[in-house]
């Protein structure tokens, strides 16, 4: 049956010779072909096999592979995994323009260009992986690096499941193969001191970035996108409606905040006291720039008198600004080691500082926020994170022991009762009937 499948031998003709009764050879008789092969198995290209025991055993795998779903052709697996990601995988990416050129840089330069990138799919397990994170720590690679490159290699084998392979061999691996650099850690704020060092030792054009920072927890690029039109001083907020990022560190462009939201955020008397000095002292500067995705009324490009500018009047740049400004002010105040002389051509030669830069005083943020006892809804909203499951999971040891108001919240609802009983009294609790409303259920 068709729906079973069945074995073909190659080497003779499938219909009987009518005056023998016995089964003619073909032309492939006692050639190099393979002589059985399997067909008919439903969405399972043909296989052929040299012996008949080799034939039996393959089609009744795969018959129970394809009633579960799981059957994936071993010849597709065979394409070498630089090719799959160079011609299948990444020219069906569609990531934004920022983040695309750093992405395809560590793909293309760590992986496609790598022995794993040259070994075909399916020979692909723990000790190729293991052989590929030498290489990478070989190359000079810090470890948070590996961790996003081993992310990225996960993804691509994540598409090509069920196509070109069984399983993700990133998924499969022992835990301790997987690099876990940041797995686990918490999101950490900037004690007041150092906030105050931070911000202190930065240029004051540039100090405004930290109050946007700290005081509305905005990212680093729309930080660089906000504009003194964007605050309401009626209803005491500001509308972060844009964030300025660059195309491959060249291009800069305006697109809407992360998530293609626009938001509110609660403007605190301080900080509008602040962005009115930086106004004063550094008046903003209109700049003209295309307008990437939605938004801007349909519009290519956007003119927006931008708060924060470089000296010489320009966009930021936040490679520049990292490296030029956050970084010579985190060793200032003591949080990192002086740039190294001897690597210091570029932008090289500063201790890491990765959990250090503009999303610590996103943190601040937050912490703040949620330790005054802001509901997580209202921190969700203000921070632009798509749920508040996110910012529950990022910040949730930020808040206060929430077990500490919980446990005396029951005691403060039966107060007058306890009070009426006497101290030493408990409250007599009586059940209510299922036809009850529930409004008697202390007596």
Not at 298 to 312: F, M, N, R, S
Not at 377 to 383: G, L
């Amino acid at each position: 049956m068709a729906s079973t499948g069945w074995i073909e031998d190659r080497w003779l003709k499938k219909r009987k010779d009518p005056k023998t009764g016995k089964r003619e050879r073909t032309e492939l008789w006692g050639s190099k072909t393979m002589r059985y092969r399997v067909c008919g198995i439903p969405g399972v290209k043909k296989r052929s096999f040299e012996t008949l025991e080799e034939a039996k055993d393959w089609k009744a795998a795969t018959i129970v592979a394809v009633k579960k779903h799981e059957f994936v052709d071993e010849r597709d697996g065979e394409i070498l995994l630089g090719d799959y990601v160079t011609d299948e995988w990444w020219p069906k990416r569609d990531d934004p323009v920022n983040t695309a050129g750093p992405m395809k840089s560590k793909i293309f330069n760590h992986i496609v260009d790598s022995q794993l990138g040259r070994t075909p799919m399916n020979l692909i397990d723990e000790d190729a992986l293991i052989d590929w994170k030498r290489e990478l720590k070989g190359r000079g690679l810090a470890p948070a690096t590996i961790e996003v490159i081993w992310n990225h290699l996960s993804s691509i084998f994540k598409a090509a499941v069920g196509r070109r392979i069984a399983k993700n061999p990133c998924k499969s691996v022992d835990k301790g193969v997987r690099p876990t650099t940041s797995k686990g850690t918490k999101a950490r704020a900037w004690a007041r001191t150092e906030a105050r060092a931070i911000r202190t030792a930065m240029p004051d054009r540039y100090q405004v970035i930290a109050d946007l920072g700290m005081f509305s927890g905005q990212r680093q690029g729309e930080c660089f996108g906000f504009s003194p039109e964007d605050i309401d001083r009626e209803l005491m907020v500001l509308n972060v409606r844009r964030q300025l990022l660059w195309e491959n560190g060249t291009k800069p462009f305006f697109k809407l905040p992360k998530g293609d939201k626009e938001r509110q955020v609660p403007l605190s008397p301080t900080l509008l006291r602040f962005l009115d000095a930086h106004g004063n002292r550094f008046p903003s500067v209109k700049t003209k720039l295309p307008w990437l995705g939605p938004g801007n009324d349909g519009k290519d490009e956007a003119t927006v008198p931008l708060l924060v500018t470089t000296w010489h009047k320009n966009r930021m740049n936040p490679n520049t600004f990292n490296d030029r400004t956050m970084k010579p002010a985190l060793a200032a105040a003591g949080l990192i080691a002086e740039r190294d002389k001897e690597k210091s051509k570029g932008r090289w030669g500063w201790e890491a500082s990765r959990e250090m830069m503009h999303h610590r005083w996103r943190h601040t943020y937050a912490s703040v926020q949620l330790g005054a006892g802001e509901d997580p809804i209202s921190v969700s909203h203000w921070m632009g994170h798509a749920s508040p499951d996110i910012t529950l999971r990022i910040y949730a040891h930020f808040m206060p022991d929430r077990g500490n108001r919980g446990r005396t919240a029951v005691d403060r609802w039966l107060e007058p009762e306890l009070k009426q009983g006497g101290a030493a009294s408990a409250p007599r609790l009586r059940a209510v009937s299922s036809e009850g409303d529930g409004s008697e259920g202390v007596a």
